[in-house]
Nanobody
Framework: VQLQASGGGSVQAGGSLSVSCVAS????????MGWFRQASGKEREFVAA????????TFADSVKGRFRISRDVAKTTIYLQMNSLGAEDTAVYYC?????????????????WGQGTLVTVSS
């Protein structure tokens, strides 16, 4: 499975940004697709995840109510819509997938990773 993330950029605090991740290869082998982020000098942290069917979603407490995750099965793409962005959301955002049946917030539980896309929020 290959993952290609895109859509990062710069935005002012309070603004919105959307990032997407296209999966290719053996996409039928995965069930959970998630977003993680890593700020400079910090560990990678869970942001949100969705299952292939789209009926299960999990969000980190820090982004609940502000971020939305969705997927397009036909395009094998997932999206992360980020609203009300703050400086604390500045990070490289990574997409990742695994074949598990339940959503995990642990990076080690994910098998394949995209290259990351930088989101910078200026105050």
């Amino acid at each position: 499975v290959q993952l290609q993330a895109s859509g990062g950029g710069s935005v002012q605090a309070g603004g919105s940004l959307s990032v997407s991740c296209v999966a290719s290869g053996r996409t039928l082998s995965w069930n959970i697709m998630g977003w993680f982020r890593q700020a400079s000098g910090k560990e990678r942290e869970f942001v949100a995840a969705i299952n292939w069917r789209g009926d299960r979603k999990t969000f980190a407490d820090s982004v609940k109510g502000r971020f939305r995750i969705s997927r397009d099965v036909a395009k094998t793409t997932i999206y992360l819509q980020m609203n009300s962005l703050g400086a604390e959301d500045t990070a490289v955002y990574y997409c990742a997938v695994n074949h598990q049946s339940t959503i995990s917030k642990l990076p080690d539980e994910y098998d394949y990773w995209g290259q990351g896309t930088l989101v910078t929020v200026s105050s």
